[in-house]
């Protein structure tokens, strides 16, 4: 209450002594440990099943080769990046640690690289189809009549949207280091 109080009379928790604060920070004890751990794996099946479901019922259905499915299988191959690059990473950052990478050397530096790499691909090809099934759709309402021509078009976009995530995100391999700290129990600093 203290807390409530003292911000209202723009003061600092820095002044005070007996400061309270009204919500309690998450913890890292086991049992929240295992509920992210847990919401982490169900995410990482649902999103690998779900994906690979979309992908498969529009590739073994020909009269649902249209533009947009084809954008919405655009999207779901790009999420399908997420559960082997971000979820992993995810699940072991609850597991082990904040901001510390299990494994050294180059394959280290490459699987760092690739992890923020691919995740961040993903969301830009989702974001980018997202924009071309709103542009589908426009130019469907716009011109009726010629609402298939986007079909002849689709070939180009999609590897149009994946080049443009990649040369995004490109920066990415070159800037992202593999830090190596090393501690002295000793002297009790890095």
């Not at 929240?32 to 590739?59: D, E, P, Q, R």
């Not at 961040?120 to 609402?147: C, E, G, H, W």
Request: aromatic fraction near 12%; charged fraction near 15%; include cysteine.
């Amino acid at each position: 209450m203290n807390a409530i109080n003292a911000s209202l009379r723009n003061s600092s928790l820095e002044n005070m002594t007996n400061a309270q604060i009204a919500c309690p920070v998450t913890g890292d004890g086991t049992v929240s440990k295992a509920m992210l751990t847990t919401a982490y794996c169900i995410i990482l099946i649902l999103s690998l099943v779900g994906n690979t479901l979309i992908i498969l019922i529009v590739y073994r259905n020909p009269r649902m080769w249209t533009a947009s499915n084809f954008l919405i299988v655009n999207m779901a191959a790009s999420d399908l990046l997420v559960p082997f690059f971000a979820v992993p990473r995810m699940i072991v950052e609850v597991l082990v640690g904040r901001e510390r990478w299990l494994i050294d050397g180059t394959a280290g530096l490459i699987l760092c690289k690739l992890a923020y790499f691919f995740q961040d691909v993903s969301n830009a090809v989702s974001v980018q189809s997202l924009i071309a099934i709103t542009a589908d759709r426009f130019y469907a309402v716009m011109f009726p009549l010629k609402a298939n021509a986007m079909k002849s078009y689709i070939r180009f976009v999609i590897p149009a949207i994946w080049l443009t995530a990649f040369g995004l995100h490109a920066p990415y391999l070159q800037v992202f280091k593999l830090c190596v700290a090393t501690y002295s129990f000793e002297k009790r600093q890095s």
